[in-house]
């Protein structure tokens, strides 16, 4: 076989041309360059390691060892690596003593190309031991860290464990290193190499734009409700991810789906691992499943046809929402991004930085994305623009987000804020403590209560000044007041006081333009055809013919998978379905060059596909 890295990608994955970087990236790497690489979900990085790992053991340099955090990932991408007939494995706890000492001796025999282990075993004298033998001989040909951003306090999924792997460039400098990530700003890249020692690598960055998917964010009234309707109008049928705060969130909501006819799972950490595994197995393997699940899961998460993510509680920085939608539309299909998201999701999320334990600087630093993510969620203007230009890259409208299909009216907020401010300002000259959102809305506009009598705030001067405007304008105003810091919230419950921030704002020097909220119902879409719904978007442009042969053609998928167990994906993606439907083959030549299609796949089921197409014809 050859070493050429275009042709191993021809042979052994059934790919015609590399995209975007990837090129420049395995190249990069077969030479024995260090490399930086952040990726898009969905833009290949796999392949930027798996190609160079081939590649430098068919010249001689041995053996590519993947840091990978996650257990599932670890499995699917051996199982995939097989299919394609590439010697791969992995260590981990789900190997049984004898099976994980059977890898180390494959290791050792240099019968593996590549082998996948967490970074807490990677670090074990055992393991470093291990690693000095293949040195010593010739054959440690590669390191690729996934999942970089985990090295740095400044991502968004910090795990110390990685950090320790300073140790590789340390004790194995001659060694190159590719480490990949989907999502990281510029702080955190700096982090990563910072800890990783990775100065002298070569940064690959491509465009973090997913135009196939569609951003919409919306203010929260009845997010269940809200989500019921979003699933029912616009994704029946099709494979989801709801992401919620709290485990009993995830499993009202997911309980919720399920008394509305939707195929749900509840996943976070709290359920028992086995049963997790269960969903998580489920939600790969099987079609139009809706995954409600705590941020516990979906890293790594490479199934292609999620159709729509849908967050019912704000993230806490743009790093997070992007890596979370962007386990929407793998395939390149369009799919949605969808939030709702209130005033309760901007006071939880900036009481959690402020009461945090962390320093200051670390305080600064996320309160300055969480500032990020608001504005994100406050715009008016694109949606992607935004989302883009927080990683620096420059974009233009999108033609494709909700503010650019249908633009927001706006308003001015600046009188509601001033008046706001000298509400909670009043209050707590008279009072001498601080009180919450419910109960400066409350004065503001005018209500008697009985807290209001009780604490005598209805002959404050403020009282009824907002009769003006409806507790969701006087929402939307606070949400901007906390986002610029004019408002800070306090303590358990939640108290409303001024900053230093609120001075520029009563004086009238900062302007607060909003956009107007919906006080209406929703305008309501038709609601698409179940036929519609289930027919895959990839297959839409067959004919009945192909139709017939891509059904026979996912229901035998189905079952090589279940034969294998692993994801339907790994056998075949749609998109290869598809093709081969449209085609009509007749011999295994005229499956040659079908993308997806490499020389061991059409060895192991040429001959079945085949059979399938001329049994459905």
């Known amino acids: 076989m050859s070493s050429s890295p275009l042709a191993i990608l021809h042979e052994t994955f059934g790919y015609e041309q590399f995209r975007g970087p990837q090129q420049a990236i395995v190249e990069h790497v077969v030479a024995g360059g260090d490399a930086l690489v952040l990726m898009p979900t969905g833009g290949g990085k796999s392949l930027c390691y798996q190609i160079p790992a081939i590649a430098r053991q068919l010249d001689g340099h041995g053996i590519t060892i993947v840091i990978s955090p996650l257990i599932a990932l670890m499995h699917d991408q051996v199982g995939a690596l097989h299919e394609a007939g590439v010697k791969a494995a992995f260590l981990n706890s789900t190997l049984s003593f004898a099976e994980a000492l059977d890898v180390e001796r494959r290791l050792a025999r240099g019968e593996i190309t590549l082998l996948y282990a967490a970074p807490e075993r990677i670090t074990t004298p055992r393991f470093l031991d291990q690693l000095d033998d293949l040195l010593a001989r010739g054959q440690l040909s590669l390191f690729a860290i996934d999942e970089v951003h985990c090295v740095s306090q400044w991502g968004h999924d910090f795990r110390p464990e990685y950090r320790a792997l300073t140790v590789l460039h340390q004790r194995y400098s001659a060694v190159p290193r590719i480490a990949l990530t989907a999502t990281a700003d510029a702080l955190t890249r700096a982090d990563i190499v910072e800890r990783l020692q990775l100065e002298e690598a070569r940064h690959f960055v491509s465009s973090f734009d997913r135009p196939n998917i569609r951003y919409t964010i919306v203010e929260k009234k009845e997010a269940t409700q809200q989500l019921l309707r979003f699933i029912e109008r616009e994704h029946e049928g099709d494979a989801g991810v709801v992401y919620c705060q709290s485990r009993k969130r995830v499993e009202d909501v997911a309980q919720t789906l ?98 945090s334990p962390a320093g200051e ?222 085609l009509a083959p007749h011999s295994l030549g005229d499956l040659e060059g079908v993308s997806g299609i490499g020389v061991k796949k059409l060895e192991a089921y040429g001959e079945q596909v085949l059979r399938v197409c001329q049994d459905a014809a």
Not at 339 to 350: P, T
Not at 441 to 456: A, N, P, S, W, Y
């Open 258 to 355: 399920c008394e509305h006819g939707i195929n749900a799972l509840p996943y976070h950490a709290g359920l028992d691992a086995k049963l997790r595994q269960t969903h998580q197995d489920r939600f790969l393997r099987e079609e139009g499943i809706v995954m409600v699940a705590t941020i516990a899961f979906g890293m790594g998460i490479d199934k292609p046809d999620v159709r729509f993510v849908a967050h019912l509680d704000m993230p806490k920085n743009i790093e997070g929402y992007y890596q979370e939608t962007g386990r929407a539309g793998r395939d390149g299909q369009a799919a949605d991004a969808w939030m709702v998201y209130g005033l309760n999701d901007v006071v939880n999320q900036r009481r959690m930085i402020d009461e």
């Open 361 to 582: 600087e670390f305080k600064q630093v996320m309160r300055g994305k969480l500032d990020a993510l608001l504005g994100l969620a406050e715009a008016t203007d694109c949606r992607r623009v935004r989302l883009l230009g927080y990683f620096g890259e420059p974009s233009k409208p999108c033609g494709n987000c909700d503010n650019c299909l249908q633009p927001p009216p706006i308003w001015d907020g600046t009188e509601a804020a001033r008046k706001l401010l000298s509400t909670i300002y009043r209050i707590q000259q008279m009072s001498g403590i601080g009180f919450g959102t419910g109960h400066i809305m409350d004065i503001l506009r005018g209500k008697t209560t009985e807290k209001v009598t009780q604490f005598g705030h209805a002959t404050l001067s403020t009282f009824g000044l907002g009769t003006d405007y409806s507790e969701q304008q006087l929402r939307g105003v606070l949400r901007q007041l906390i986002a610029i810091g004019a408002v800070a919230v306090q303590g358990e419950y939640s108290t409303l006081c001024l900053t230093e921030g609120s001075r520029a704002v009563l004086k009238g020097e900062v302007p607060l333009r909003l956009r107007a909220s919906a006080t209406g119902p929703a305008e309501r879409k038709p609601k698409r055809e179940k036929a519609a719904a289930a027919k895959s978007a990839i297959a839409a442009s067959l004919d009945d013919a192909a139709q017939t042969r891509f059904a026979a053609l996912k229901t035998w998928r189905a079952d090589v998978a279940r034969e294998h167990n692993l994801p339907a994906y790994v056998i075949f993606h749609d998109a290869t379905l598809a093709a081969i439907a449209a």
